[in-house]
């Protein structure tokens, strides 16, 4: 059921990827399953499910962390 629900996720994302085009919002990656990188964490457990979709900047600008934020 994780892979299914993963795999829809996708689906989701490609068809907001698609829409959005080559704009100035964040660009959607893939989703992860959260198991599969951060320790101690389980992408699927029992009904709960666990996926990130991590974001690249849009064309020509790019992300940093402010300190003391």
Not at 8 to 20: A, E, H, I, T
Not at 34 to 55: H, I, K, N, Q, T
Request: charged share 15%.
């Amino acid at each position: 059921i994780c892979m299914a629900v993963e795999e829809l996720v996708n689906d989701l994302l490609g068809v907001c990827r698609f829409l959005s085009g080559n704009g100035f919002m964040p660009q959607l990656q893939s989703a992860v399953g959260a198991g599969s990188f951060l320790e101690g964490w389980d992408a699927c457990e029992e009904d709960l499910y666990r996926l990130l979709v991590p974001l690249t900047p849009p064309p020509g600008h790019s992300f940093h962390l402010e300190l003391g934020t």
